[in-house]
């Protein structure tokens, strides 16, 4: 497995940027995958998820309503669609995958979001 996170970047407060994750690794089967993050000095924290056929997805109170979470299992790549962005909201994003739930398993190299005027 191998996971690739895209579209991270500076955002002012109130903004929108959308995340790509691409899995281009070996394995042919679907998995869960999902979005954690981790702000400076704070645990990496789960955001939203979605499983392998896209009928469930689940998202951190934190984010609901804001963030959407969508896949192409197609192209085995997940998006995260981010709307009204907070200053809370700033924090490396980690793409994830595997058949856990959340999935935890396999996990990409991270993209920052810095959210500032």
């Known amino acids: 497995v191998q996971l690739v996170e895209s579209g991270g970047g500076l955002v002012q407060p109130g903004g929108s940027l959308r995340l790509s994750c691409a899995d281009s690794?070996?394995?042919?089967?679907?998995?869960?995958m999902g979005w954690f993050r981790q702000a400076p000095g704070k645990e990496r924290e789960f955001v939203a998820a979605?499983?392998?056929?896209?009928?469930?997805?689940y998202y951190a109170d934190s984010v609901k309503g804001r963030f959407t979470i969508s896949r192409d299992s197609g192209k085995n790549t997940v998006y995260l669609q981010m709307n009204s962005l907070k200053p809370e909201d700033a924090a490396v994003y980690y793409c994830?995958?595997?058949?856990?739930?959340?999935?935890?398993?396999?996990w990409g190299q991270g993209t920052r979001v810095t959210v500032s005027s």
């Open positions: 994830a995958t595997g058949d856990d739930w959340p999935p935890t398993k396999y």
């Open positions: 690794g070996s394995i042919r089967s679907i998995n869960n």
């Open positions: 979605i499983n392998r056929n896209a009928v469930n997805t």
